[in-house]
């Protein structure tokens, strides 16, 4: 058996690892609530020791954020023509509606257990702490600022970082919103309206002219 074999066999167990951990998490927020998600709770329910859960994981907050991952990986699969069809601002909205969507699908057990004030992989200030995933989302959304300001549809004293946490401020201040009203009311269209009213802020006069609307 050749060396890149075995990596290879090793990348299979460790994916196949990973999914089992992510299934019985969900398996436990939505049987249990959020109160019982712990490390303990996930590594029996799971059959597996803690050791193995450390192995591929930091700490629970990072397997959560590993399911924003995925959220973001399957966007970009399923939306890619879309994508490159829309303008800059527009995939700024398309993306975090379509986001808002999928933690709808996800539940309001994972979203208000991983939209925590004691997450420190949310805190978007200190790239330190961020995880990967959400550094690549980070990285996407500035790029389309930054477009929109090349292209003249985005005229404002602050550069693209100040207003793409503008932005994060508006997304999860609306996500929090939805977990306290124990997600009785539609996240996405939430988030879609809000977003679009605080970018259309930031559009220059001959933008708007020019698409002969708002967003």
């Known amino acids: ?3 890149n074999e075995l990596e290879s066999a090793r990348k299979i167990k460790s994916r196949d690892m990973k999914e089992k951990i992510f299934k019985t998490t969900n398996r436990l927020m939505n049987r249990y609530g959020n109160e019982y998600l ?15 859960f450390y192995h591929h994981f930091k700490n629970k907050d990072e397997l959560l954020s590993h399911y924003v991952s995925k959220c973001y990986q399957r966007y970009k699969k399923e939306n890619m023509n ?8 527009y995939r700024i909205v398309h ?13 309001l057990g994972f979203v208000s257990n991983y939209y925590s004030c004691k997450n420190s992989v949310l805190n978007v200030r200190n790239l330190d702490s961020l995880a990967e995933a ?3 989302i980070i990285n996407d959304i500035i790029s389309q600022l930054e477009t929109a300001y090349k292209e003249g549809m985005i005229n404002s004293e602050l550069d693209a970082k100040d207003i793409y946490n503008e932005l994060n401020i508006v997304f999860f201040g609306t996500v929090f919103d939805w977990c306290l009203c124990l997600g009785n009311h539609d996240l996405a269209k939430m988030i879609n309206r809000m977003l679009t009213i605080h970018l ?6 001959d933008y708007k002219m020019k698409i002969g609307s708002y967003l």
Request: proline share 0%.
């Open 200 to 205: 259309n802020f930031y559009l220059t006069d």
């Open 1 to 3: 058996m050749m060396k």
């Open 38 to 52: 712990t490390v303990r709770n996930i590594c029996k329910m799971a059959n597996i020791s803690t050791g193995t």
């Open 82 to 89: 879309l994508w490159k069809e829309l303008s800059a601002q």
């Open 134 to 136: 959400h550094i690549e």
């Open 95 to 107: 993306l975090l509606t379509w986001m808002a969507k999928y933690f709808m699908e996800m539940g």
